[in-house]
């Protein structure tokens, strides 16, 4: 998050997770090491990714475009991942 | 996100951002990826981790304070990270 945004600008959030039955193995290692580490209880972990897209000089409609075209040119792989995009209330 | 969780876990969502001034290179990546790809509006992007945790048989108030551990221990370094610890409505 920033703060201080220009109040012109309009942020979306992308969340990208793994689908279930994918492979976590980033969530794995930390579940072992938090093992290793004697924590008194181990959770469960999952991780995800945000991306927080700031744009400016278009409108929120227009932002979301942009946003969905991101995604699908780059930021997720639809085989492996879940994505939520939201638009960030100023 | 997991549908379907046991009603009797805590869930416990950390998020690490970078700190302000410090470099998010990947964030820099995808802004110029972005802009070859042509997208119309190249946004600001700045990334975060989500860690989400899911306790099992422990209070709301132990999930907390094992999550701050993890944070502490495993999760985020305090010299370049931000960190959020919030609790997932069920």
Redesign the interface.
């Known amino acids: 998050?920033?703060s201080g945004a220009d109040p012109s600008t309009v942020r979306?959030e992308v969340?990208v997770?793994l689908k279930?039955g994918i492979m976590d193995a980033e969530?794995a290692s930390?579940e072992r090491?938090?093992g290793l580490?004697g924590?008194?209880?181990v959770?469960?972990?999952?991780?995800?990714?945000?991306?927080?897209?700031?744009?400016?000089?278009?409108t929120s409609e227009?932002?979301g475009r942009?946003?969905d075209?991101?995604v699908e040119?780059?930021?997720a792989n639809p085989v492996i991942h879940r994505v939520t995009v939201r638009p960030v209330p100023a």
Do not use: W
Request: charged residues 25%.
């Open positions: 998050m920033r979306i969340r997770e279930p969530a930390i090491a938090l580490l924590l008194a209880s959770p469960r972990v999952a991780t995800a990714r945000i991306y927080d897209l700031e744009f400016s000089a278009v227009e932002a942009l946003a075209q991101a040119r780059l930021l």
